[in-house]
C-alpha cells in the first residue's frame, strides 16, 4: 500500500510519519540581547564584581516593580526560600507546609532548617494549593506555609492570608514562576510575609541564576540581609578602644551563608527587567492563543484561573484527559519528542523521590496532586517564539490528540 502524503502527516513521527517541524524546540528557553550584554560587560571592567552598586539597584528596581518595601537579591530561589525559612524562625521539630505538585526546593528548604515538610494537597482544577487541604494539615508544630504560584497563577492568598494569621504562621510566597502576576490588582512580592523570586534562565527573566526575598517586615529584612553574606556585621560602636580593637572590627551575629548574588548577575537581570511587560505580553498572548484551540478538544483539559490572578505564565501545562485517549502519558510525551516538539513534566510529586520516601513519605498522600501529574506534561511557552513555533506545537498536539482520540 502506497503512503499518500497527508496520511503520512497524520501520522504520528514516532510512528514513522512526517515531523511536524524539522529543527527541536524545548518547553522553555531564556531571551538575552545585545543589550543585556552590554550592560554585563560595563560590569566586569569596573570596580566592583560581586554584591555592589548594581545588585543595590536591581534590589531598588524590584521593589519599585512590585511595591514591596525590601528586597534581598541572592544566588538562587532556593537559597531565597533557606534564608526565608530562617527568617521565619523554622527550626527542628517545627513543620511547614506546602505543595507536592512544585519544584523540590519548596519543601526542601523546611529540610535545611531541620524542619517537617507536610504536603497539602492541591485544586483539581488550578492545580495550586488547596487552602481548604492547608487548614486540614495545621498542628502545634506548625510554622509557616510556602505557597507556590504554580504556572505564575497566585494562589489564593486573601484565603491563606486568613488560614495563617488566624494559626499564627509566616506565609512564605515561592514566586518562582509569578514574577508580574498580579493578585486583586496587586504584585506578587508585596502581599505575602516574603516571596521568593527566582531567575534561572527558564524563568520569566533571567540572572543566569539568581533569586530575591521581598518582604515589608523590617525586622525580616535586616535579618535576611545577615544571613546572605555570613551574618557579618560592622558598626561603629564594636570599635572600642583596646589593643586588639579598631576600625577593622566586625562581628559574626549568628551563623550565616555566602548567599551574594554578584553585580555581574544583577546588571544582567536590570537589563533583563526592562523588558519583563513585553516578555509578559507575549506569554499571555501564546497562552490565549493555546487556550482558544484546545478548548475545542475534549481530551485536553484546561487549566483553569480564578479571576483574581491577573497571570504572568511561566509554564503551559497541557493535561490529556487519558480516559479519552488510546495511548499513555508516556507514549504522548514520546510522540511529541518525535515532532521535535520536547516537553517536559512539571513536577513529579515531591513526595516521590527517593530522599523524601526515606524521610517516611509514602506515595497516595496527595490524591489529587497525583491525578494531575499523571496527565500532564509542559508545551513550549516563551517569548521568543514565533507565531510559526506556536502554530507547529498546536499543529503536533492536534495531530496526535487526532490520531490517538478513542
Ligand atoms: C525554579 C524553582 C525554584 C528554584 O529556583 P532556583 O533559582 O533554581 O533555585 C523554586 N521553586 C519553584 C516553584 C521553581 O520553579
Known amino acids: 500500500m502506497s503512503v499518500t502524503q497527508d496520511s503520512n502527516h497524520a501520522l504520528p513521527a514516532l510512528l514513522g510519519g512526517t515531523p511536524v517541524r524539522k529543527e527541536k524546540i524545548f518547553y522553555g528557553r531564556q531571551w538575552v540581547t545585545e543589550e543585556d550584554v552590554d550592560a554585563v560587560a560595563k560590569v566586569l571592567t569596573g570596580p566592583y564584581l560581586t554584591c555592589g552598586p548594581e545588585v543595590e539597584k536591581l534590589e531598588q528596581k524590584l521593589c519599585s516593580m512590585t511595591g514591596a518595601k525590601y528586597a534581598v537579591a541572592v544566588t538562587n530561589c532556593t537559597s531565597a526560600l533557606h534564608l526565608a525559612s530562617l527568617t521565619a524562625g523554622l527550626e527542628e521539630g517545627d513543620e511547614l507546609i506546602t505543595t507536592p505538585l512544585t519544584f523540590m526546593a519548596s519543601a526542601n528548604c523546611a529540610l535545611y532548617c531541620g524542619a517537617r515538610p507536610v504536603f497539602a494537597d492541591i485544586d483539581p482544577d488550578t492545580y495550586n494549593i488547596d487552602p481548604a487541604s492547608i487548614e486540614d494539615h495545621i498542628t502545634e508544630r506548625t510554622k509557616a506555609v510556602v505557597a507556590v504560584d504554580y504556572t505564575g497563577q497566585a494562589v489564593k492568598l486573601d484565603e491563606i492570608r486568613a488560614i495563617c494569621e488566624k494559626h499564627h504562621l509566616i506565609l512564605i510566597e515561592d514566586a518562582a514562576h509569578s514574577i508580574g502576576t498580579k493578585y486583586k490588582g496587586q504584585p506578587v512580592g508585596s502581599i505575602a510575609d516574603m516571596t521568593c523570586f527566582s531567575f534561572h534562565p527558564v524563568k520569566t527573566v533571567t540572572a543566569g541564576e539568581g ?166 506534561m509542559s508545551i513550549p511557552l516563551y517569548p521568543r517564539l514565533t507565531d510559526e513555533d506556536v502554530e507547529s506545537v498546536i499543529t503536533a498536539v492536534t495531530k496526535l490528540i487526532t490520531y490517538y482520540r478513542k
Request: with cysteine; proline share 5%.
Open 211 to 376: 533569586g530575591a526575598i521581598l518582604t515589608n517586615n523590617e525586622e525580616y529584612y535586616h535579618k535576611l540581609k545577615l544571613l546572605r553574606s555570613h551574618a557579618m556585621e560592622s558598626r561603629p560602636e564594636f570599635q572600642i578602644d583596646g589593643p586588639h580593637e579598631g576600625p577593622w572590627v566586625y562581628e559574626q551575629q549568628m551563623l550565616g551563608f555566602n548567599y551574594r548574588m554578584t553585580d555581574i548577575q544583577a546588571a544582567l537581570l536590570s537589563s533583563q527587567l526592562q523588558k519583563i511587560d513585553s516578555f509578559i505580553a507575549r506569554r499571555k498572548e501564546i497562552v490565549k492563543r493555546y487556550n482558544k484551540v484546545f478548548s475545542a478538544y475534549p481530551e485536553i483539559i484546561i487549566q483553569k484561573e480564578i479571576p483574581e490572578s491577573d497571570t504572568s505564565r511561566h509554564l503551559y501545562i497541557l493535561r490529556l484527559d487519558l480516559d479519552r485517549l488510546n495511548c499513555t502519558r508516556r507514549e504522548f510525551f514520546d510522540a511529541m519528542s518525535a515532532e521535535n516538539v520536547q516537553c517536559q513534566i512539571h513536577y513529579v510529586p515531591v513526595y516521590w523521590f527517593p530522599h523524601y520516601q526515606s524521610l517516611g513519605f509514602t506515595k497516595g498522600l496527595c490524591p489529587n496532586a497525583e491525578k494531575v501529574y499523571a496527565g500532564i
